[in-house]
């Protein structure tokens, strides 16, 4: 069994900059695939930054040049500076182990565990 725990959301002026984590707790060295995904009312939920057990990372057109994702073993960030309004919403963590089907790596049914998310509101 695997939770994933979010922490660091908040509320910031646009320009600012916040810090998330994510927190694996369980089997997590049965995670190879971790990803943020954020969703405001309204809209479907996109992926933000994906991070795969190797290194290699993707980044939404929207975020890129502003967000960075890393992965520490069991915890995930995502750095994110010179934030906008339209960045605001709920942002998840999610995982997945490997082998099993894809859809791709910012896809929300390629994964299967799943953060409660947590708020992140970016005001002008």
């Known amino acids: 069994q695997v939770q994933l725990v979010e922490s660091g959301g908040g509320s910031v002026q646009a320009g600012g900059s916040l810090r998330l984590s994510c927190t694996a707790y369980?089997?997590?060295?049965?995670?190879?695939?971790m990803a943020w995904f954020r969703q405001a009312p309204g809209k479907e939920r996109e992926g933000v930054a994906s991070?795969?057990?190797?290194?290699l990372i993707e980044y939404a057109d929207s975020v890129r040049g502003r967000f960075t994702i890393s992965r520490d073993k069991g915890t995930l960030y995502l750095q994110m500076n010179n934030l906008k309004p339209e960045d605001t919403g709920m942002y998840y963590c999610?995982?997945?182990?490997?082998?099993?089907?894809?859809?791709?790596?910012?896809?929300?049914?390629?994964?299967?565990?799943w953060g409660q998310g947590i708020q992140v509101t970016v005001s002008s």
């Open positions: 369980g089997y997590t060295d049965w995670i190879s695939y």
């Open positions: 999610a995982g997945q182990r490997s082998g099993r089907q894809w859809f791709g790596s910012r896809i929300a049914r390629s994964y299967y565990y």
């Open positions: 991070h795969d057990s190797g290194g």
